[in-house]
């Protein structure tokens, strides 16, 4: 019998509706076994149980993030130009430069997290990339993935023109000449991913682990990983690793679909679901499509024009009846779907294809995924409660964000639509929708729980003074500390099916929770993402511990 270890004289939250709040718990092995008062979990651990005495501090059950680029964003901290810390141009611009003096031998230079509101609507140019390497191949990553900008070697390498003509992507030309600027939008990327440098399984692996690390200091116990790419090593460590007993956390997959290919790969999702679990803590059960792009890169779809280009509604990825097609084949096959939306335009798409396949296969949806959900059309609320969408909000861009908020998202949707974007409170209360939330890491760095929680609060970042109204971002739209807590527990374990096994500290579910140094029902909201992680335990083992680091 596994040893019984009881967590004791402890602030425990539980988020089970029958014990919202407890004293103690016991975990037997992987499991918890009892949570109460002292006295009844003792009663039911035993006299032999070891007693840990958590000193009045609080508990909450391990944090799911319901959406980040685990393993890719990993890829990038570790091996690839960091550009999320450049605060300008030329920032981006010294940090390539810097990167490639220091590796003089590279033959192709990555990098990745310059923003779009550094540069004009047709992004960062190639000659300024040109004038650092001109003889290898340089592509960078924007900070929302939805735009690269690539050197002139690097567009020959990817065999692009200027009258290339790329379905469901933008390939940005210079106003004067007409020749690329150097930027490509959402499908458009598609070539230049085709020629980046395959890493081993191995190197993967380094940052699966990394990735493991930074999810304990966290508090994180299990994630999901949005765009699982088939037949690539990225892919390939995750099932390894599971398969051999490696994984310390739980990792939920959605493999990713494009409408150029998606016809070719039926018969492999099915094929590779089952694959993918065949080990205990890697599964992916959900197929992940882009319906439109992003404001920034003005390619989110929308109901109404852009407040800067009159005649422009941005760009769909899909096609009404290719969405439909897929949609229907998913669910039909048991597979739950997952949908990227920023715009209303692309929420409107994404419940057409929900409606079809229902209404084709005879049987309701299963549980989709809205992600994002920035721009909602409130006459569709009710077609959401209807399709029970599952939402996969983004809570660490609720925010005013300075540089953004007025230069770029005011000037591009008006100041009614930037206003109120990104809906909570009201897509719960009056679309009845559960909410989920996750960081978009690497978009988001670091992808910390408390500090989503902290601005799902306050809705304003956490830089500015939240008692000044003309800093908050709809304020009516601000979840409770409590219901910010669910987004990043149960109710994100819900959109990944995984509520009967985690998400709550309750007896028979895996032991996956955190312990905070402070009590976050107590310290000022603005104050929340402060909290230091004291311990974070994955099925009963711990994977951080505040005081061996």
């Given at each position: ?47 032999d149980a070891e007693y840990i005495d958590l000193h009045r501090k609080t508990v909450l059950p391990g944090f799911i993030d319901s959406h980040i680029h685990a393993v890719q964003g990993c890829a990038e901290v570790l091996f690839k130009v960091d ?358 890491f690497p978009v988001t760095q670091p992808p910390a729980p408390l500090l989503g929680i902290q601005m799902g609060v306050i809705r304003c970042d956490f830089r500015d003074d939240a008692d000044d109204p003309s800093n908050v971002l709809n304020a ?74």
């Open positions: 019998m596994d040893k019984r270890v009881i967590y004791g004289n402890g602030r425990v939250y539980t988020v089970d509706e029958r014990c919202p709040w407890a004293q103690a718990f016991c975990v037997e092995g992987t499991k918890f076994i009892a949570v109460g008062t002292e006295e009844e979990v003792a009663e039911k651990a035993g006299a550009l999320a810390r450049a605060q300008s141009k030329e920032d981006c611009l010294n940090a390539v430069r810097d990167f490639y003096e220091a590796h003089p031998d590279i033959d192709f230079l990555e990098g990745a997290g310059w923003i779009n509101t550094y540069f004009d609507d047709h992004g960062p140019r190639k000659e300024w990339l040109d004038e650092i390497a001109a003889d290898i191949p340089i592509v960078l990553d924007s900070g929302d993935h939805h735009s690269i900008w690539a050197n002139s070697a690097a567009i020959r390498l990817a065999g692009v023109t200027k009258d290339t003509v790329i379905e469901g992507g933008v390939l940005e030309k210079d106003a004067d000449t007409g020749e690329l600027s150097g930027t490509f939008r959402e499908c458009a990327q598609e070539p230049f991913h085709a020629i980046k440098p395959v890493y081993s399984v191995d190197k993967v692996k380094k940052a699966v682990r990394y990735l493991e690390e930074m999810m304990g200091q966290l508090g994180l116990t299990m994630v999901h990983d949005p765009m699982v790419e088939l037949y690539t090593n990225y892919y390939e460590a995750y099932k390894v690793m599971d398969q051999a007993g490696e994984l310390k956390v739980k990792i939920r997959g959605s493999f990713m679909a494009r409408p150029e290919s998606v016809d070719s790969m039926l018969e492999d999702y099915q094929t590779e679901r089952t694959a993918a679990g065949a080990g205990t803590r890697f599964a992916a059960n959900s197929i992940k499509v882009l319906v439109d792009g992003v404001v920034e890169g003005a390619t989110a779809f929308l109901k109404k024009p852009y407040a800067h280009r009159p005649d422009y509604y941005g760009e769909p990825v899909w096609s009404q009846a290719g969405l439909n097609r897929l949609c229907s084949w998913a669910e039909h096959h048991g597979f739950q779907m997952h949908f990227h939306v920023i715009g209303d335009a692309a929420v409107d798409q994404m419940l057409t294809a929900l409606e079809c396949s229902a209404a084709e296969n005879g049987q309701p949806n299963i549980r989709p995924i809205g992600a994002h959900m920035q721009i909602v059309d409130k006459d569709d609320y009710q077609r959401l409660r209807e399709r029970q969408v599952v939402v996969s909000a983004n809570p660490y861009w609720f925010a005013k964000e300075k540089g953004y908020f007025y230069g770029l998202e005011v000037p591009f949707l008006g100041e009614e639509r930037a206003e109120n974007e990104y809906p909570m409170r009201s897509l719960a209360e009056e679309a009845g929708l559960v909410l989920s939330s996750g960081s978009d009516k739209e601000a979840l409770t500390v409590e219901e910010m807590i669910r987004t990043f527990t149960l109710d994100a374990a819900y959109a990944d099916f995984a509520e009967d096994i985690t998400g709550s500290i309750t007896p028979g579910k895996f032991a996956d929770f955190v312990v905070l140094d402070k009590n976050i029902f107590e310290v000022p909201a603005d104050t929340i993402g402060q909290i230091p992680i004291l311990m974070t335990v994955s099925e009963g083992n711990v994977i951080y511990d505040a005081q061996a680091h």
